[in-house]
């Protein structure tokens, strides 16, 4: 795949050769005097955030990337679906992709749902062609002939998930958790599967009694801290708001609490549709809707990161604007559904589902969309360039690999430094040849080669110039 055609650079022109020279006489000040090292390992970095970033210099800045409008890959026609179809969630199970959804049509005539609510299921062996398998599991009209997956408790918002917990036993290898309110007791109860299709009630009692709960409301297990997380939501101070909790066995929870968002204004947020991010699972990723009630109700997905679960950095953009492309401006027409998944021979990218055109007509409709893989956030810099500095980190590894892109007349350079900000003989800027172009894992050279096992263990800082150019990621590497 030619890479470039997902990188969207609006930098061109010559750089000026002294800027180089000028970035160089302008080093990097107030550096502490002793900053603890964040032990990195070789796990993958994104920067998502400013955990890792001391200083940016220059032009540099943290850009946040939109996902490339794809097809139409679900429309919701069926007598048991509807306009108001809701609550997606997708996830790739060995070489099969499912998706769940809540089954829903909204009479425009009588302002009434026209039929009861019921969760449905399509699957696909490519992410982009879906089937609605005939189940026969529930009646709805006098026949089973449908891909109606469960109709009981919970069908306004039942949330999937596969449990890879390695402890999970086979019967309930796959869960879901969904509000419902059966003799009065109101709250988030759990579900269990052995295949994803037939479904059953874990228990009999609310696991989460706490918070409003009327959105998809979601669990998964967290390979990082090894416990369930789900995260729901509330209403604080008159304001949607998400909530989460933990549990070691899926049963019984903590306390739910609020997320908390530093420097964010307070906004209603509906979905969060939260998942570790696989290529870096000690990071959450989040695409919760911003809902805006006072723009007749109009909705859009944002983005968010955490490293603890709780407290989240929230980007102010709207993540998918409602032109992109058509039929997003309604009431609730611009949800991002829950699910990441990598799409056969497309190893490169990351695929998104987000919904449109609801409230109207006799359907609604899901469509693709594309990130480049590790491309939520980035380190920018235009012709004019720009520099990072990171905190010190300590590594395992040998190479560095770094996921990167550039305008033709761009370019990046790395730099070592130890941890006061003195550069590393044989690792300085005029060592590391200009790096062009676009690669997803680029191993960084320097003059004396792409060994580093000598600096592992060691705090270091990496010091990084850019030119019209993107920084997605990077990691140490064996």
Same mark, same amino acid.
């Given at each position: 795949m030619n890479r470039m055609r997902h990188t969207v650079l609006s930098m061109a022109g010559i750089v000026a050769p002294v800027l180089f020279a000028v970035l160089a006489s302008a080093d990097f000040t107030n550096l502490p005097d002793r900053i603890e090292p964040i032990k990195i390992g070789s796990r993958l970095e994104l920067f998502v955030d400013h955990h890792l970033i001391d200083q940016l210099k220059g032009d540099a800045e943290l850009k946040l990337h939109r996902p490339v409008p794809r097809d139409v890959v679900l429309v919701t026609?069926?007598?048991?679906?509807?306009?108001?179809?809701?609550?997606?969630?997708?996830?790739?199970?060995?070489?099969?992709?499912?998706?769940?959804?809540?089954?829903?049509?909204?009479d425009e005539k009588t302002h009434k749902s026209a039929h009861r609510e019921v969760t449905c299921y399509a699957e696909s062996k490519d992410g982009v062609h879906w089937t609605k398998p005939k189940l026969n599991l529930f009646e709805f009209n006098g026949s089973k002939q449908n891909n109606i997956v469960w109709d009981g408790i919970g069908t306004h918002c039942f949330t999937p998930f596969r449990d890879d917990n390695p402890n999970c036993g086979p019967q309930t290898r796959y869960k879901a958790i969904a509000r419902g309110q059966p003799r009065g007791?109101?709250?988030?109860?759990?579900?269990?599967?052995?295949?994803?299709?037939?479904?059953?009630?874990?228990?009999?009692?609310?696991?989460?009694?706490?918070?409003?709960?009327?959105?998809? +409301?979601?669990?998964?297990?967290?390979?990082?801290?090894?416990?369930?997380?789900?995260?729901? *939501? !509330? /209403? @604080?101070?008159?304001?949607?708001?998400?909530?989460?909790?933990?549990?070691?066995?899926?049963?019984?929870?903590?306390?739910p609490v609020l997320l908390e968002h530093p420097g964010a204004p307070r906004e209603h947020l509906y979905t969060n549709a939260i998942r570790p991010y696989e290529r870096a699972p000690h990071v959450l990723i989040g695409f919760p809707?911003?809902?805006?009630? +006072?723009?007749?109700?109009?909705?859009?997905?944002?983005?968010?990161?955490?490293?603890?679960? *709780? !407290? /989240? @950095?929230?980007?102010?953009?709207?993540?998918?604007?409602?032109?992109?492309?058509?039929?997003?401006?309604?009431?609730?027409?611009?949800?991002?559904?829950?699910?990441?998944?990598?799409?056969?021979g497309d190893e490169d990218q990351y695929s998104v589902y987000a919904t449109e055109a609801y409230y109207t007509g006799?359907?609604?409709?899901?469509?693709?969309?594309?990130?480049?893989?590790?491309?939520?956030?980035?380190?920018?810099?235009?012709k004019d360039g720009g520099e990072l500095l990171t905190k010190p980190v300590e590594f395992d590894g040998k190479e560095l690999k770094i996921n990167f892109a550039t305008a033709r007349a761009g370019m990046l350079r790395i730099e070592l430094q130890d941890a006061n900000g003195d550069p590393i003989e044989g690792f300085n800027f005029n060592d590391c040849p200009p790096i062009r172009g676009d690669a997803v894992e680029h191993t960084v050279a320097w003059k004396r080669g792409t060994d580093l096992s000598r600096l592992a263990g060691t705090p270091i800082r990496l010091r990084v110039r850019i030119e019209s150019g993107d920084l997605y990621s990077f990691s140490f590497r064996p």
């Open positions: 026609g069926e007598p048991w679906e509807g306009n108001t179809c809701a609550y997606y969630t997708i996830f790739q199970d060995g070489d099969v992709y499912r998706m769940y959804y809540r089954g829903s049509h909204y007791k109101r709250g988030l109860y759990t579900f269990g599967s052995p295949d994803g299709i037939h479904w059953a009630p874990i228990n009999d009692e609310p696991v989460i009694t706490e918070g409003a709960f009327d959105s998809q +409301n979601l669990a998964f297990w967290d390979p990082h801290v090894k416990l369930y997380r789900e995260y729901h *939501r !509330t /209403f @604080h101070e008159g304001v949607r708001a998400i909530m989460t909790s933990t549990s070691d066995d899926y049963q019984h929870w903590t306390k809707t911003r809902y805006l009630p +006072n723009e007749e109700s109009r909705v859009e997905p944002t983005f968010m990161t955490s490293r603890d679960g *709780r !407290t /989240f @950095h929230r980007w102010p953009e709207a993540l998918i604007p409602e032109d992109a492309p058509k039929d997003r401006s309604g009431n609730r027409s611009n949800y991002m559904t829950w699910g990441l998944v990598k799409l056969p006799s359907d609604s409709r899901v469509r693709r969309f594309t990130f480049r893989i590790d491309g939520f956030v980035s380190v920018r810099a235009s």
